[in-house]
Each structure stands twice: as C-alpha cells, then as structure tokens.
C-alpha cells in the first residue's frame, strides 16, 4: 500500500514538474514562426492579409511571454491549473490567427495538434479532454467562419470543399489518435519510471538492512567475550559469597543481566551478514533467509532442494546479494498470499545453472494477466470472492515488478505460469497447481565459488570507537 501511495504522489506531481522557462522558450519560437509566416506570405507570396489584427494576435502572445518572464522566476514549476492555461491560451492564440489567415484553407492548420500533444503528454486526463475538445470545437468553426487569403489581384485563395472536409475530418481524427497516443506512451513512460523509482527505494532499504545488520552482528561477535567474563566473574563471586546473601545476589543479577545481554545480542545478531564468511551462504540458507518474514503467517512453507542432471550433490554457496534476497522474498510473500495453505519452494542446480521454483496451492495467477506479470500498475477488477478474502488489498503489480527487476539485474530470467495450464512440466503431485514462478540464474552470475565471484575470507574487523 506504500508503495501504491508512492505511485500515486508521483502521479499527482508530475503535473508540477514543467518549468514556466520550457514553455516560454517554445512560445517564443512559435512566436518567430508566426512573424515570419506573416512576412513571406505577404511580401514574397503577395497575399493580402489583415496585417494589423495578426500582429496583434501575434503580440498578445509576446506579451504573455513577458509578464511571464518579468512576473515569475526562471525556476519556477507550473501547477496542473497553470499548465492547463498556458496550454489553452496557446491554443486559442493559434485560432486566432488562423481564423484571420483563412482557416482551414490555410496550410499551418495542422498546429492545432501541438498543443494537443503538450496536454495528452504532461495533463491529467480531465485537462487533456478538455484541450482536445475545444481543439475540435475550434476546427469545426474555421472550416465555416474565417477571414479568406486572397491575392494582390483580389482573388480568394481557396481549396475545393471536398478538401476542406478531408482536412477538418482528418484534424479531428489526428487530434483523437494523438492524443491517445501520447496520452498512452507518456503514462507507460510514468509508470516505469515510478516503479524504477520504488525499485531503488527498496534496494536501498534492503541494503540499508544488511549493513545495519553487519553492524550489529559485528558488535555481537565483540561484546561476547567480554560477556563471558562477565558471566564467569559473577559466578565466582557467587560461590564466594554464600556467607553474605545480600552480596550473592547481587552477583547472582550480573550474572542474569549479562545472559540477558548475550541473548538480545543473539538475536539482533540474527539479521547480521557482513561478517566476511556470511557474505556468502547455502542456497538453501539463502532461501530461508528471504521466506522468514512469512513464516508465520498462517501458511506452511515447504522447502525442497536438490542437484538436477550432471550436479553435484554438494550444495552451491551463493552471494548474499540484497536484490536476491529482497526479489525472493516478493515472490515468496505473494504466493503466501494467494495461497490457500501451502507454498513450496524447490531449488536445483546443475553445473551451468541454478534455479528456484515457487508454488502454491492458491487459484494461480488470472489467465487474461500471465502475459503482463511482472509489468508495474497493473490494474484488474477483483471478484467478490477476493473482495471478502481480502478487503485491504490493493494489487498492482508493483511487488512483481521490484521482484522481477532486482532479480534480473543479478542475472536471473523469470517466468510466470501457472499449474494448471497443459503445457506445464509434471509436477509431483496434484496441490501445486496455484501460481509457478520459476528464476533461473546463469551459475556463474551467483555461484560465490565461481571465477569473479570468490569472496576474500579474512579476520572481522574489530568495531573501534
């Protein structure tokens, strides 16, 4: 649900993201079209126009641009309203001038989908609905009401009316498709860049979690002498004092205190893998290491492992890598979700790869989605069934997404099934026929005993204030 907020504030503001500057410079370069379209068509192309009303519509223009450079900041960030404005204030200045420059007869008409375009790709949808529609309300006015060109002889220049008609029904066409268009590429291009973002979000926090738990396994290792000192220290005084009750037990309460100590750092150390031998571990400890969070959810979690063809039966030792270890765990917990009472994990490996499949006995993922699994925000409506299973759950295909993403990027290649399909390997028996996620890794890519990959064993570094 975080990470859903996330998209959302992210959605919210990017409205707010263009600079005042990035319009200004293009206004002004529309600005210089204009003139010089005015000029060759006047001097060059002899056409009579109503040279003092479009420059006056050219320099309304101009002096919007300078309010807008004298009034505001280089720096500041249009809201969805200014943005909005500014957008349709373009617009109907173009509307003008084509209104006094014969309308749908004039050539330049095609720019009316320029701001359509700004809108569909920087607007919410209800402010790109509404410049498309006055885009079309307009196009449909200048194909009856405008200014005709004419000529120096006094002739209207004018196109026959069939093409006139070609040309407002391919405005209005043109204005919907491209609207869709960048309407669609500019959302799909918002919702990666929003799941990219919370993809590092959760890289850094799962880092953050591994260096903090190295700290504390690190101080772990320090503070257990000491402790033992402690503890033997406390236990002679004990025997020494049996004829002094009061002091005896004051020993008898260092020496509780410091077995309570060894236990909070026994545990806390749990979490610590920075220790130089920790920085790798079995595959299987790996596996565990992702499914504990959800061990105790109400589901059992069956763990399976062993070599396939041409492995060895000694199990491999993998990098301890956060993208491993958080992308499992994703796809740990959304079988553990949508499974109805177990979930297995089976690990194999051969002399080139490693892989994992996760299974569960739940409904398996939606026929309609499989090919989209692993795309971020993807929407569907939910059945009543999953409404009352789960009234709190929001699915949009973040959590695949951030599993999928770290996974690749330690080498993996996913892919998503489902146990019922006909096309799906045997498997052994009849309960897993939920959801299958299968991540395979190149051997080399995580194999921690593979060329590249060995890690250097030395002493821990002592923790020094």
């Not at 929003?194 to 959760?202: G, P, R, V």
């Not at 005896?248 to 610590?272: S, T």
């Not at 109805?340 to 089976?346: A, D, I, Y």
Request: hydrophobic share 45%; aromatic share 6%; proline share 4%.
């Amino acid at each position: 649900m975080q990470q859903s907020g996330l998209h959302l504030r992210l959605g919210q503001q990017r409205g707010n993201w263009i600079r005042l500057r990035t319009l200004i410079l293009l206004r002004w370069v529309a600005i210089v079209g204009q003139v010089t379209a005015i000029t060759v068509a006047e001097r060059t192309y002899h056409l009579t126009l109503d040279v003092g009303l479009c420059f006056v519509a050219v320099g309304i223009a101009v002096i919007g641009n300078l309010i807008a450079m004298f009034v505001y900041p280089e720096n500041k960030r249009l809201t969805e309203a200014e943005n909005f404005l500014m957008v349709l204030f373009d617009l109907l200045q173009l509307s003008a001038l084509l209104f006094l420059t014969g309308g749908l007869h004039n050539p330049f008409c095609v720019l009316l989908l320029a701001p359509v375009t700004i809108a569909a790709s920087v607007l919410s949808l209800r402010s790109t609905m509404m410049v498309g529609g006055t885009a079309i309300v307009i196009v449909t006015l200048l194909a009856e009401f405008h200014l005709p060109l004419r000529n120096e002889a006094g002739v209207i220049l004018r196109v026959p009316e069939i093409f006139v008609f070609g040309t407002w029904l391919s405005l209005i066409i043109a204005t919907i498709f491209m609207g869709l268009y960048s309407r669609r590429v500019s959302s799909e291009m918002n919702s990666m860049a929003d799941a990219l973002t919370a993809t590092q979000m959760a890289l850094a926090r799962e880092q953050k979690l591994t260096d903090l738990g190295g700290v504390v396994a690190a101080a772990a290792h320090e503070l257990g002498t000491p402790l033992a000192t402690i503890k033997l220290a406390s236990a002679e005084l004990m025997e020494e004092l049996e004829d002094r009750p009061e002091l005896q037990e004051d020993a008898a309460l260092i020496r509780e205190q410091a077995d309570r100590c060894r236990d909070i750092l026994r545990d806390m150390g749990r979490a610590g893998k920075d220790d130089l031998h920790l920085r790798q571990a079995p595959l299987s400890a790996v596996l565990e290491e992702a499914a504990e969070p959800h061990m105790h959810r109400g589901k059992i979690i069956h763990f399976e492992d062993g070599p396939g063809e041409g492995g060895s039966l000694q199990q491999p030792s993998i990098l301890r890598m956060p993208e491993v270890i958080h992308g499992m765990r994703n796809l740990i917990q959304n079988a553990v979700d949508f499974a109805r009472g177990n979930v297995w994990v089976e690990s194999l490996w051969t002399e080139d790869s490693i892989s994992v499949r996760i299974l569960d006995d739940g409904e398996g993922f939606p026929a309609h989605l499989i090919g989209r699994i692993g795309d971020p925000f993807v929407r569907r409506r939910k059945t009543e069934t999953e409404v009352a299973a789960r009234p709190e759950y929001e699915g949009m295909g973040l959590g695949l997404f951030i599993a999928k993403t770290l996974l690749e990027r330690s080498g993996a290649e996913l892919s998503f099934a489902n146990g019922s399909d006909p096309f799906t390997a045997d498997l052994p028996d009849t309960e897993r026929r939920g959801a299958i996620v299968e991540v395979v890794w190149p051997r080399a890519k995580i194999d921690a005993q593979a060329k590249g990959n060995t890690v250097p064993l030395g002493q821990n570094r002592p923790i020094r204030a």
